[in-house]
């Protein structure tokens, strides 16, 4: 391993522990630098109470949807910053590329006619998975993606899934609001154990 590998993998790690202690980074629309935030009020979506709307199961089950995961995780990225103000700054992008080396960067691709409609993607530490951002281009991708997000973490054992900021989007799965000290309780017992295959 180079030199400079060393260093991207050692910036990576040190990224993946303020994850892990609570923070999230967002690129300044303006500057493009990296601020971390940490707010008191955090949003979860409960993997053991999670909900998938009735219509949306409806649709999920006559479409012709495909998911795949990690298999085109910087496109996904790259459709989620195509907005009039993006967080995803390409100092972000770069930080992105060292967490992706070190495999802690994860995407949920949707496919339809094998063509990329919807995704989203986040981080993910040991149980715990920090939902970063999502897009759609055709209708129901992106709520898709999520539904498939909330299958597979429960099926691979991650007892955490951090929305960020709470949503109408978010709020039909049962995402919900709770204090910083709940927060920081539910971390500490997801970042316990070793690193799950996501």
């Keep these: 391993m180079s030199n400079r590998e060393i260093l991207i993998k050692q910036r990576a790690e040190k990224i993946l522990q303020i994850y892990a202690q609570g923070a999230f980074p967002m690129g300044d629309s303006d500057t493009g630098k990296i601020e971390w935030f940490y707010p008191e009020i955090r949003t979860i979506i409960p993997l053991d109470n999670y909900i998938i709307p009735r219509s949306l199961k409806k649709f999920l089950a006559s479409s012709n949807f495909e998911f795949r995961y990690d298999t085109s995780v910087f496109e996904v990225i790259d459709n989620c910053s195509h907005r009039e103000s993006t967080w995803i700054s390409p100092q972000l992008m770069k930080e992105y590329k060292g967490l992706y080396k070190i ?3 994860h995407s949920v691709e ?15 530490f040991r149980g715990a998975f920090f939902g970063e951002s999502m897009f759609s281009k055709v209708s129901q991708a992106s709520k898709a993606a999520l539904v498939a997000l909330l299958i597979r973490l ?24 709770i204090s910083l000290s709940d927060y ?4 500490e017992k997801a970042c316990e154990g070793v690193d799950i295959r996501f």
């Design 184 to 187: 920081n309780f539910l971390l």
């Design 154 to 177: 429960n099926q691979k054992g991650y007892s955490l899934l951090d929305v960020q900021f709470l949503t109408d989007h978010l709020k039909m799965f049962g995402a919900l609001e």
């Design 110 to 124: 949707v496919f339809s006619k094998n063509e990329l409609v919807g995704g989203l993607y986040g981080i993910g």
């Design 103 to 105: 495999g802690a960067l």
